[in-house]
């Protein structure tokens, strides 16, 4: 099991942290250095500064959402990257959801959000094999585009640059069983939101047998600490800002996940406290539970517990999400990389 290092966002600003956390996570053998974006930093301008100050860390997007930008201009972040880096690139996309893409970016919630992630990654290939102008008759990708408002004038292209690997890995972030399934059919690799080691069987239910060479990288909230109740504080704030306020209450697929790990309930109270103003009692209505079974928190010896059921499981890539450089290290002593 790989260790990757996943700065998420930026919150107000851009972070001072983050670079020096990359660097040392590559000082320390870490396989990969993940960043993601929501409704404020991008994440491929961060990932290229990260880039051009480190060398052999891999880069990937953790993730980049399908509609802040058309398939093809995803395929130019990512092959241009990809030459400036020396092929370090890992493109992990998501869908987000009804909230963040019709109230941020302006667009409709694709009524078929499979079969609009499957044409956006059959452009990205398409674009990155370069065998041939890049032609789809989608229904939510069309290209040339053939849409009534058109002028009729579009023609099919291939790149102007040719991409340095072909076959650069794709990842998506999936929640819903359907959408897992398709993953695992169009993708290189699956970018699970919360993971349960313990319970991964039940809650994904997955093949016995995946995909050769697929990845399998959670992310996890990673803390060494004496006193766990205090450690599991940010990992509950993430929760209940994800459940309760990154999506809406008829459609949450972050709650809805909760559900199906067995905290319906819970979820739903903590959307009620979300949507009420009450943000803190929301946070601490998420379970320590819940919570603990999804993160790393607490001393050495019971993380080092903790990790060996982590690597039982099929999970290839464990994303570290921690600001502290002494997690990151003690992480590292436990699980010494493949």
């Known amino acids: 099991m790989r260790l990757g290092l996943a700065l998420g966002y930026w919150g107000r600003g851009p972070s001072p942290a983050h670079l020096d956390l ?13 960043t993601a974006e929501a409704w404020g930093s991008d994440a491929f301008t961060a990932l290229t500064w990260i880039a051009a100050h480190t ?29 400036l880096s020396g092929g370090r690139v890992m493109l992990g996309l998501g869908l987000s959801g009804p909230q963040v893409v019709e109230g941020w970016y302006g667009r409709p919630f694709p009524r078929s959000p499979l079969t609009a992630t499957r044409e956006y990654v059959d452009v990205i290939r398409q674009v990155l094999r370069r065998e041939g102008p890049v032609a789809l008759d989608g229904r939510f990708h069309s290209h040339p585009y ?5 002028t009729g004038l579009g023609k099919a292209l291939k790149p102007i640059t040719h991409p ?14 359907k959408n897992i399934a398709q993953t695992l059919a169009i993708a290189d690799g699956w970018l699970p939101l919360y993971w349960s080691p313990d319970r991964w069987a039940e809650v994904y239910a997955l093949p016995e047998k995946l995909p050769e060479g697929f990845v399998i990288a959670p992310m996890v909230r990673a803390q060494v600490c004496e006193d766990v109740a205090a450690g599991l504080l940010p990992v509950k704030a993430m929760l209940g800002f994800y459940i309760g306020g990154m999506g809406h209450a008829a459609r949450n697929f972050h709650a809805d996940l909760m559900g199906r790990m067995g905290y319906a309930q819970e979820a739903g109270r903590i959307q009620e406290l979300f949507a009420a103003g009450r943000r803190e009692e929301a946070v601490l209505a998420v379970p320590d539970a819940f919570a603990d079974e999804i993160s790393l928190v607490g001393p050495r010896k019971r993380i080092a517990e903790r990790l060996d059921t982590w690597r039982r499981g099929p999970v290839t890539d ?21």
Request: glycine share 8%; no cysteine.
């Open 164 to 177: 340095l690997r072909a076959g650069l890995p794709v990842l998506l972030g999936a929640e819903g069983p």
């Open 22 to 34: 990359a660097r040392e996570a590559e000082r320390l053998g870490y396989d990969s250095v993940w």
């Open 55 to 83: 060398s052999r860390i891999k880069l990937g997007t953790a993730v980049a959402q399908m509609a802040a930008r058309t398939p093809t201009a995803t395929a130019m972040h990512a092959l241009t990257l990809d030459h």
């Open 146 to 150: 053939a849409g009534e408002d058109g």
């Open 318 to 338: 464990l994303l570290v999400t921690s600001p502290d450089p002494a997690t990151l290290r003690t992480l590292a002593e436990l699980n010494p990389q493949l």
